[in-house]
């Protein structure tokens, strides 16, 4: 899919492990985010950033880290995975600059914490 | 901060029915409403949004309304098609710069 990919798609992994999801966008937009998709819940922010290495948090960003050394490049890694970060995970990207306006989301990536 | 609540969470109908789904928001000062839609195992994508300026909008099938004194915004799908199957979120945003507030979803199913 043009501009935006994520990987892994899919991830398992054992409770404690470190685990990184990357987010890479061919759009040059300045704004990335990383939402995580729960059943009720919606679409819940857990951090974006505004540029090369400035981020900020956003709702649920507790267990959560990011980086952003690269403007294409979004990793969001949870230092030791628990049950409860079991999701889909959805990286995106604005178009609109930082209004958080017309999000363009990636393919997500389905997480299991065992 | 904003909190959006989405009622139905499912809503079945038959082909050619019209649906709608409403929104509620806390903060009178949100002033932008997007509505998303997302098919099964796909990404959600933007359908329509709407801004506190303007009470209406609509494209082709779909339709959002605001209502500001109410706090609360719909999303109108008239003449429904299998293609319309999906989960539907609303959206609410306080300002420019601020994060989004997504409902929690309505699962649309449409029956041929």
């Known amino acids: 899919d043009a501009g935006i990919t994520q990987s892994p798609r899919h991830k398992v992994t054992e409770t404690g492990t470190p685990v990184t999801l990357r987010c890479h966008q061919t759009e040059n937009h300045r704004y990335m985010y990383w939402y995580r998709q729960d059943p009720g819940h919606g679409l819940r922010l857990i951090h974006y950033?505004?540029?090369?290495?400035?981020?900020d948090k956003g709702e649920v960003s507790d267990g959560y880290s990011v980086s952003r050394s690269k403007t294409e490049d979004f990793l969001l890694t949870l230092e030791s995975a628990t049950s409860s970060q079991t999701s889909v995970y959805f990286c995106a990207i604005s178009s609109d600059g930082g209004t958080n306006e017309k999000l363009f989301f990636g393919s997500g990536t389905q997480l299991s914490v065992l | 901060g904003e909190n959006v609540e989405q009622h139905p969470s499912t809503l079945s109908v038959q082909e050619g029915d019209s649906a709608v789904i409403k929104c509620t928001y806390s903060d009178s000062a949100s002033n932008y409403f997007p509505w998303y839609k997302q098919e099964l195992g796909k990404r959600p994508q933007l359908i329509i949004d709407i801004r506190s300026n303007v009470g209406e909008k609509k494209d082709q099938r779909i339709a959002v309304t605001l209502n500001k004194t109410a706090k609360h915004f719909s999303l109108h799908i008239t003449e429904t098609q299998p293609e319309d199957s999906a989960v539907y979120f609303c959206?609410?945003?306080?300002?420019?710069?601020?994060?989004?507030?997504f409902g929690g979803g309505t699962r649309l199913m449409v029956k041929p």
């Open positions: 959206a609410a945003r306080y300002n420019a710069g601020n994060m989004l507030t």
């Open positions: 950033s505004y540029g090369v290495k400035d981020t």
